[in-house]
């Protein structure tokens, strides 16, 4: 499950609150229907911050250990630094790892407890692509076992990667919660552009289902979530065209126009 | 497992295994050098006094430096939050701190004692050091409780310095590093008011140069630890809110 939204959505806040390190101002976070500070609770859960350290002086090893040590049945180390494929790393101390090896470090400790839920909080940020894929590699590994994995992104393309269910918020409010198929789908998905040879008017699209369209002369562009049946009209009507290019919308483009429906919403 | 790991990672920290080892026995060393073949009383040479004197400030820093720096930095890593967030009880977390430090102290007592011995040539009988070890470990309370007002009450960066300003001061007008008696007389009543003072003199009983008895200082002591965990939990407080809230 991701938890999509932009800078200062409230995602950070949310997951604190989830997790009992924040109490909330209103209503009632449960875990597992418990309070989320109860030790039953929180040893069925993993957990990694945004910003949180470790002593820099412990190796890769010793940490895993260590985190695995506060859990009722934690999972052997080898395996946790194994998912966090952090093997030839185990032996270094944590002060000397890269910044992407020290996001997979936080994964090891994450998934040290032998958790049934993790939480990851931009776990992504600052991760070169090497590490970014080999960390969303193991995060699919692990949800394999049956886990449960909740994360917070900015990047839709992530949320769509891993995720089976999409919520998003915009500013502490629930904009969305969707697999990432209704998400996309909810949104214009192709951007259309062509050239006609005789000039076109806005009126010759009023009865199609077509957004945000700009007529500059000859060149026409717009989003249509249909682009297929929208061109077998205009070749039905005779309307002849070149340069003729369909391209799936940015999904960064997408989550724009989902919030700001729903900020249409609000505002309306 | 949490104790070791605190243990262990203060021990790789050079800057904080040299100052809590190395600098109690670098002074004894000195001093020793200087004033050790003078006598303190009769039939006590200065080296002894030294000795146990250095032993006191060594113990002291350790409990000072650790908490003091060590709770600092993890607030600013924030590690305290990560470890919120897991089944650790807070407790346990701090519980095994302490027993962290006062191994970590033994260490430092123990170098201190075998330089002291091999080198400094400064002989005390083992009753002795056992006597000097127990009064060390148990007053070093009020020092643990200093250390953890200064690490709940101050940034990483700010943590150091202030706890030089604090506690540096206090070994000067505790008689610690001069003996009181060449101290300004107010200076001395301000001295005989501290933490430190009192430890000292729990110490120094051990080679008879006591001014007050063992129950006095203990009781000082006793109220000193009080205060300044009293202090610690405010801020302690104080630091939650802040930040879970």
Not at chain 1, 226 to 235: G, H, T, V
Not at chain 2, 87 to 112: D, H, N, Q, R, W
């Amino acid at each position: 499950m991701a938890l999509l939204g932009p800078n200062g959505a409230g995602k950070t806040t949310c997951i604190s609150v989830l997790l009992g390190l924040r109490k909330a101002t209103a209503g009632e976070a449960r875990l597992f229907g418990l309070e989320p500070t109860d030790r039953r609770a929180r040893s069925r859960c993993g957990v990694m911050l945004q910003e949180s350290g470790v002593p820099d002086t412990l190796t890769v090893r010793e940490l895993v250990e260590l985190f695995g040590s506060y859990y009722p049945h934690p999972m052997p180390t080898e395996r946790a630094i194994g998912l966090a494929g952090l093997e030839p790393q185990s032996k270094q101390q944590a002060g000397k790892l890269s910044g992407g090896q020290r996001q997979r470090l936080y994964f090891a400790l994450a998934v040290a407890g032998d958790p049934e839920v993790i939480f990851f909080d931009e776990p992504t940020v600052g991760m070169d692509v090497e590490s970014r894929r080999l960390f969303l590699q193991s995060i699919r590994d692990f949800s394999k076992q049956g886990k449960t994995i909740l994360l917070t992104t900015h990047y839709l393309e992530e949320a769509d990667q891993l995720a089976e269910r999409i919520i998003v918020i915009d500013r502490g409010l629930l904009v969305a919660d969707a697999s990432p198929r209704e998400i996309k789908s909810r949104v214009v998905a192709k951007q259309v552009s062509f050239t006609a040879s005789t000039p076109l008017t806005e009126a010759d699209f009023a009865q199609l289902a077509v957004s945000n369209l700009t007529i500059d002369d000859h060149r026409v562009r717009l989003f249509s979530n249909a682009p297929e049946a929208l061109l077998r009209e205009l070749f039905r009507r005779g309307v002849d065209i070149s340069d003729l290019q369909v391209v799936g919308a940015d999904l960064e483009e997408a989550f724009i126009s989902l919030t700001h429906q729903a900020e249409e919403k609000v505002t309306q | 497992m949490e104790t070791r790991a605190k243990f262990v990672a203060r021990l790789r920290n050079p800057a904080f295994t040299v100052l809590s080892l190395g600098l109690p026995v670098m002074f004894f060393l000195l001093f020793d050098a200087i004033f050790g073949s003078l006598q303190a009383a009769p039939g006590v040479s200065t080296a002894k006094l030294i000795l146990v004197s250095y032993a006191t400030y060594g113990v002291g820093n350790v409990m000072v430096y650790n908490f003091g720096i060590g709770l600092a930095n993890d607030r600013g890593r924030k590690l305290d939050l990560l470890q919120r967030a897991t089944p650790l009880p807070p407790v346990v977390a701090t519980v095994a701190y302490v027993i962290g430090a006062l191994i970590f102290a033994l260490l430092s007592l123990i170098l201190l004692g075998l330089v002291a011995t091999v080198i400094g040539g400064v002989r005390l009988d083992a009753g002795t050091w056992l006597d000097l070890t127990w009064r060390l470990m148990l007053g070093s309370f009020p020092a643990i409780g200093l250390g953890m007002a200064i690490g709940y009450g101050s940034s990483p960066n700010a943590a150091p310095a202030l706890a030089n300003m604090v506690y540096l001061p206090m070994l000067f007008l505790s008689g610690i590093f001069v003996p009181l008696r060449q101290l300004p007389s107010t200076i001395q009543h301000i001295g005989s008011v501290l933490p430190t003072y009192h430890y000292a003199q729990l110490a120094w009983k051990t080679i008879g140069l006591n001014d007050e008895s063992t129950l006095v200082a203990l009781a000082w002591l006793a109220g000193w630890s009080i205060v300044l965990f009293a202090l610690t939990i405010r801020l302690y407080r104080l630091d939650q809110d802040k930040k879970f809230s």
